[in-house]
């Protein structure tokens, strides 16, 4: 396609325009460093359709006939089904109970003026900067006695304090745009606080919840250290752990080992590439000033 | 205020409370899970300056400094170059920006076991493409190798968190108005010039935020070490870190593992949080000057 480079400029442009050998150079760059980028995630998809003896005789290689058999291996033998169970319970039970009390403490932090109301706000979202996974010890040692290790609802728990005060921040950063004629207007026709926040808030706030919600959950998806201390018996593993284990069982079994690692990332990639409009918006809602 | 309780209430539980009782475990000595007499800063004293655990702290805290060092130069020094190339040559942006960022979605821990995949010394593709093009001698056990291996994680950590930079910088680089640009080219300003008195003073609060975010992510590193080089931190313990520190006093400490790694937390805790304040000052100082 030369038709662009001798179509006039439209307006003026840069004095210096690129030679056609410098803007080939530049394609190639930015080539090269896309190989660099993507090869290696190409070469673990191709891997996992790759018999192992294919595999051990030639590291790069097109993908051969081992179809899905690798997959069925990682899936069923090898447990990850179970481990995916897990992580999608833990991930959605935990985004939930964060917006859930995240949106009520943004609401009451930006709508309702109390005493302490700028300190606690400020307690909050200190937590931003907070390297909380250094608290796993006491954690631990509380867990112990209130019998909530190796149980999934302590990881909910935990992980849903965790996000507060994310959530927290983009939210009131939110709210902060939202004029609050409709909630005066609800009040003065007779709604209390909770139906206020029920039912004119919460529809409000919706853009910014579904942009906490994708923002969480990947952190939370991708968890490693709290369930490798706090978890211990192999059907409430969630992904990372089990991952973990699989990698030490399977060492041998190349062609499982990438079908795993696909199996494992797969799911991030797709709610990425499904959502990236609400990254965006979350995005600009948190640094928005 | 009663919206604001269920949330803070569950914030204090989890995520202060445990940290404030890290913070009296450490000034007390322990006997496996009974607490023992109080000792003032005498766990700190034990863990700075009792061999082998005074050594390897230091050890574990200069490969986080390297690690943020080495991965802070190659992430934005790249970052920023793609970011100018794509910001001047449009075509295909969105294309290569979502293809450069790709490893950005992938968890840490992934990343690890991806590379340290591909990297094994035998049946690992790097070494293969190598002997393909007869680089044979270039070939190495990577992540075996004492000398490499913290290059590498570094270089690994690089290749995931590239998309960051590139991502603000290019923003950053479209937001910078035209008109100042032509300004200066009208005064016969030359690409160099350009870059440096125009751009790059315009860059700084980019800079800012991407040298907070990647102080956080570097000091809190555990996952992507765990997975290259297990818990002990690869060869030598050559990649070892305060995260995999931490955990290795807490989980497999001797007698007194919960005084001494409550101090190595603590100590952590000031090193992240307050470096982290301290840089985010320093950086929004320099962006009024400017």
């Known amino acids: 396609m030369t038709a662009a480079a001798s179509v006039p400029p439209a307006r003026i442009q840069p004095v210096r325009r690129p030679s056609t050998a410098r803007s080939v150079g530049v394609q190639l760059l930015l080539c090269a460093y896309a190989v660099v980028a993507f090869g290696p995630i190409l070469l673990v998809l191709i891997g996992s359709f790759r018999s192992n003896s294919d595999l051990l005789g030639q590291p790069i290689g097109l993908p051969g006939s081992a179809g899905l058999t690798n997959y069925a291996r990682a899936w069923q033998t090898a447990s990850l089904s179970t481990y995916f169970l897990n992580s999608a319970l833990v991930s959605v039970a935990s985004v939930a109970l964060c917006v859930g009390l995240a949106s009520m403490l943004a609401y009451g932090l930006s709508r309702w003026r109390f005493r302490g109301g700028a300190v606690l706000a400020a307690y909050v979202i200190a937590g931003l900067m907070i390297p909380a996974k250094l608290g796993l010890l006491p954690v631990f040692y509380m867990f112990e006695s209130a019998g909530l290790i190796d149980s999934r609802l302590g990881l909910v728990l935990l992980y849903a304090a965790g996000g507060i005060p994310f959530s927290v921040f983009v939210l009131m950063g939110f709210l902060r745009g939202v004029p609050p004629e409709l909630e005066e207007a609800a009040l003065i026709d007779g709604a209390n606080e909770w139906r206020i926040f029920r039912s004119v808030v919460l529809p409000l706030m919706r853009p910014a919840v579904a942009a906490v919600t994708v923002f969480q959950f990947a952190p939370i998806w991708n968890d490693f250290f709290y369930p490798l201390v706090l978890i211990r018996s192999d059907e409430k593993y969630t992904i990372p752990v089990g991952l973990t284990r699989f990698i030490g069982e399977y060492a041998a079994d190349r062609g499982a080992l990438f079908a795993g690692l696909v199996l494992a990332l797969a799911p991030l990639v797709l709610v990425f590439v499904f959502a990236t409009k609400q990254i965006v918006a979350g995005l600009t809602a948190g640094i928005g000033r | ?290």
């Open chain 2, 1 to 290: 205020m009663a919206f604001c309780l269920p949330g803070a209430g569950l914030y204090s539980a989890m995520v202060i409370y445990p940290l404030l009782t890290a913070l009296v475990y450490g000034f007390f000595a322990w006997e496996g899970t009974t607490r023992g007499p109080f000792v003032g800063v005498g766990n700190y004293l034990e863990v700075l300056t009792r061999y082998p655990i005074s050594s390897e702290l230091g050890a574990a805290l200069l490969h986080n400094v390297l690690f943020f060092v080495g991965t802070m130069a190659i992430q934005n020094t790249i970052g920023l170059g793609l970011a100018l190339i794509l910001h001047r040559n449009p075509r295909g942006k969105r294309f290569f920006q979502t293809l450069f960022s790709m490893p950005f979605l992938i968890s840490p821990l992934i990343v690890g076991y991806l590379w340290s995949l591909l990297l094994s010394p035998t049946f690992g593709p790097v070494n293969a493409a190598l002997k393909a093009v007869s680089l044979e001698s270039w070939a190495q056990p990577w992540l075996g190798e004492p000398d490499l291996a913290l290059p590498v994680l570094i270089l690994v950590n690089a290749w995931q968190w590239i998309g960051g930079p590139l991502l603000i910088f290019g923003a950053a680089l479209g937001g910078i108005p035209q008109s100042l640009e032509e300004a200066a080219q009208i005064d016969g300003a030359r690409p160099w010039t350009l870059f440096w008195r125009i751009r790059f003073p315009l860059l700084m609060p980019a800079v800012g935020v991407i040298t907070v975010l990647t102080f956080i992510g570097c000091f809190n590193v555990f996952d992507l070490v765990y997975a290259l080089g297990g818990t002990s931190g690869g060869p030598g313990g050559s990649m070892d870190v305060l995260g995999l520190l931490y955990y290795r006093t807490a989980f497999r400490g001797g007698s007194n593992a919960i005084g001494e790694s409550s101090a190595v937390a603590m100590l952590m805790f000031v090193l992240i949080f307050g470096v982290a304040l301290l840089l985010e000052r320093l950086l929004r100082r320099r962006e009024v000057q400017l």
